[in-house]
């Protein structure tokens, strides 16, 4: 799993980094698709940088050996996931709000936006609430929730690929609905994966020993 969660976020992660290297790199040129970002850079930088550590670092936390074998890793791990995913998710509302909204994308995409970057952040601090109480179960199923909004932008580019091939780049309520798609593929997985529990052994029942009364010789 954590292979595969690497690999999903590859593309998204490869493109950040691109986009980091232009904004600090200098001599980039300015264009209508990235003047938003030269003329206020801080809070995209800080997205890039807290989005992608988040699900390169999130992804060993579904890995169970590594957790079972070195649990201070996984708690070290967390308490850097924790200030990571609230930097990307408030970072990205910020720019969702004060950002010039690009042509391609339309109102309801903003809203959208907005729902789910709130949702990324109530899924941390209730994750960080449980872990608080000791509730375990509750911990790992809101920190999951919110790693699977977090990972919306690889599943995205699995959601717009094929419209891309056939029809070319979506805008307004097409693209609304790809990028919703994203993140709701991956919260379904994740309550799927929730709530499915491994099977009990059965136990098999001990035949008590007869006893066996003996009459005494008399």
Known sequence: MPVGLIM???????????????????GATVTPHNA??????????VHIVGASLYCLLGASQFARGL??????????????????????ALSGLWMTLFYPRPPIDDQLLTGVRLVFGSAMIGCIVLGVA??????????????????????????????????ILLVGQPDGLGRTLLMVAG?????????????????????????????????ANR
């Open 8 to 26: 999903l976020s590859a593309v998204p992660v490869i493109a950040g980094a691109a986009r980091f290297a232009e904004l600090t790199g200098g």
């Open 183 to 215: 993140w709701v593929i991956n919260l379904a997985v994740t309550e799927w994966a929730l709530r499915k529990r491994p099977a009990k052994p059965t136990r098999t029942a001990r035949t008590a020993p007869t006893r066996v009364d003996v009459p």
């Open 130 to 163: 449980a872990i608080r109480r000791r509730d375990i179960a509750r911990h790992r199923a809101w920190m999951a929730r919110g790693y699977a909004i977090g990972l919306g932008a690889g599943t995205q580019v699995l959601t717009h690929l094929p419209w």
């Open 67 to 88: 957790r079972r074998r070195r649990p201070g890793w996984h708690r070290a791990a967390g308490r850097l996931l924790i200030p990571l995913g609230l930097a990307a």
């Open 36 to 45: 938003r970002f030269f003329a206020s850079p801080a809070p995209v930088l």
